[in-house]
């Protein structure tokens, strides 16, 4: 449950709205490694102005984020990138609404993706997937993969699942792939 939240405001020096969207950006990886920061945005308000909101299970998240890496960067570069100190506001949640852990990116379902041996697999931070293998991708077929790959996103964790299922013992499946071999 999130009880508490912090919002900071924070102001670009003229020239430096790049280097501060950069900045934000570059916290993710950060925000991440910390388990009590239930969520964290970065947010853009206008063309020099631009925001945190973060959100906390109780105060001691909230303790642990502003003692972390990113408050600590956030302190180092306020002078040369903000045109006021940053202003940090503390607080409570009052109601909140997230997507239940696990939530996949395609509605929470896990995916099922027929693959071959040295079948290129690629999956963006946005959860979508790519697959470097024309035959199975337009096929889909389950008569055309050497294995199933189940998949799915959590967007809650940032995290990729993928699990080996359906894997195939022989080869016989080569004649409706292959059927001249």
Same mark, same amino acid.
């Given at each position: 449950?999130?009880?508490?939240?912090?919002?900071?405001?924070?102001?670009?020096?003229?020239?430096?709205?790049?280097?501060?969207?950069?900045?934000?950006?570059?916290?993710?990886?950060l925000?991440?490694?910390?388990?009590?920061?239930?969520?964290?945005?970065?947010?853009r308000?206008?063309?020099?102005?631009?925001?945190?909101?973060?959100?906390f299970?109780?105060?001691?998240?909230?303790? $642990?984020? +502003?003692?972390?890496?990113?408050?600590?960067? #956030? %302190? *180092?570069?306020?002078?040369? =990138?903000?045109?006021?100190?940053?202003?940090?506001?503390?607080?409570?949640?009052?109601?909140?609404?997230?997507?239940?852990?696990?939530?996949?990116?395609?509605?929470?379902?896990?995916?099922?993706?027929?693959?071959?041996?040295?079948?290129?697999?690629?999956?963006?931070?946005?959860?979508e997937?790519?697959?470097?293998?024309?035959?199975?991708?337009?096929?889909?077929?389950?008569?055309?993969?050497? $294995?199933? +790959?189940?998949?799915?996103?959590?967007?809650? #964790? %940032? *995290?990729?699942?993928?699990? =080996?299922?359906?894997?195939?013992?022989?080869?016989?499946?080569?004649?409706?792939?292959?059927?001249?071999?």
């Amino acid at each position: 449950m999130i009880t508490k939240g912090l919002y900071v405001r924070l102001e670009a020096k003229p020239g430096k709205e790049q280097e501060v969207e950069q900045f934000l950006r570059g916290a993710l990886p950060l925000v991440r490694s910390e388990p009590d920061t239930i969520a964290w945005f970065a947010i853009r308000m206008g063309p020099s102005t631009f925001g945190i909101f973060d959100a906390f299970p109780n105060d001691a998240g909230r303790q $642990a984020h +502003l003692s972390g890496q990113v408050a600590a960067a #956030l %302190g *180092e570069k306020a002078s040369d =990138l903000f045109a006021q100190p940053p202003a940090i506001q503390k607080l409570d949640v009052l109601a909140a609404q997230l997507a239940p852990p696990g939530t996949a990116a395609n509605g929470g379902a896990e995916e099922r993706i027929p693959m071959q041996v040295g079948s290129e697999l690629r999956i963006r931070n946005t959860g979508e997937i790519v697959i470097g293998n024309p035959e199975v991708e337009l096929a889909r077929s389950q008569n055309a993969a050497d $294995a199933t +790959l189940a998949y799915r996103f959590n967007r809650g #964790l %940032g *995290e990729h699942v993928l699990r =080996l299922v359906d894997p195939v013992a022989n080869r016989r499946h080569l004649k409706d792939h292959r059927p001249g071999d």
